[in-house]
T-cell receptor, first 114, second 114 residues
Framework: SAVISQKPSRDICQRGTSLTIQCQVD?????MFWYRQQPGQSLTLIAT?????????ESGFVIDKFPISRPNLTFSTLTVSNLSPEDSSIYLC???????????FGEGSWLTVV | QKEVEQNSGPLSVPEGAIASLNCTYS??????FFWYRQYSGKSPELIMF????GDKEDGRFTAQLNKASQYVSLLIRDSQPSDSATYLC??????????????FGQGTILTVHP
């Protein structure tokens, strides 16, 4: 199985600031995915990050708020911009480590906005 | 109608019993399904992938898929207190591409009491 590392694991941020979350995978993958899990809720896909192209965002998520970088096949970042308390969530990176039947998640990044 | 629906529970079963978790989906073209377990304060952990109609067994876990009725279930035999968690059903887009773009149900909270 793929080993997916996320940084930071937790952070407390002031409203109006930004937080960049890093996701590192131990193998090369074509697509990386970013999810959000709001308190007491299930997971919602934010965007798909492909190396060498713009990220593809799901309905309700925009690049200005959630800019994503994908500089190579093992790394991606998600920035959550202009933070508000409503952004307090867990942000999760995931990858398909092969064949479409093994979708793994990183440990998550717990964000609290004060 | 939500695309993926689960009974949020909580479902409470005694230790040693069979826990039965259900998930229904709306897209008749969906072909594959994932079950994840999420402990409180942790990220989702993949426990089962099922593609074909019928049953798939892995240790104490059995996934059952009925495409005609559009439901997938997860049975946990000999339930243990350590199985207490939220169980998430997830469905990739129909068509067999972008498996990582999962739509999640709201999750079922399972409590196994000694």
């Amino acid at each position: 199985s793929a080993v997916i590392s996320q940084k930071p694991s937790r952070d407390i941020c002031q409203r109006g600031t930004s937080l960049t979350i890093q996701c590192q995978v131990d193998s090369q993958v074509t697509m990386m995915f970013w999810y959000r899990q709001q308190p007491g809720q299930s997971l919602t896909l934010i965007a798909t990050a492909n190396q060498g192209s713009e990220a593809t965002y799901e309905s309700g998520f925009v690049i200005d708020k959630f800019p994503i970088s994908r500089p190579n096949l093992t790394f991606s970042t998600l920035t959550v911009s202009n933070l508000s308390p409503e952004d307090s969530s867990i942000y999760l990176c995931s990858v398909d480590s092969g064949g479409g039947n093994t979708i793994y998640f990183g440990e998550g990044s717990w964000l609290t906005v004060v | 109608q939500k695309e993926v629906e689960q009974n949020s529970g909580p479902l409470s079963v005694p230790e040693g019993a069979i826990a039965s978790l259900n998930c229904t989906y709306s897209d008749r073209g969906s072909q594959s399904f994932f079950w994840y377990r999420q402990y409180s304060g942790k990220s989702p952990e993949l426990i089962m992938f099922i593609y074909s109609n019928g049953d798939k067994e892995d240790g104490r876990f059995t996934a059952q898929l009925n495409k005609a009725s559009q439901y997938v279930s997860l049975l946990i035999r000999d339930s243990q207190p350590s199985d207490s968690a939220t169980y998430l059903c997830a469905v990739p887009p129909a068509g067999g591409t972008s498996y990582g773009k999962l739509t999640f149900g709201q999750g079922t909270i399972l409590t196994v009491h000694p």
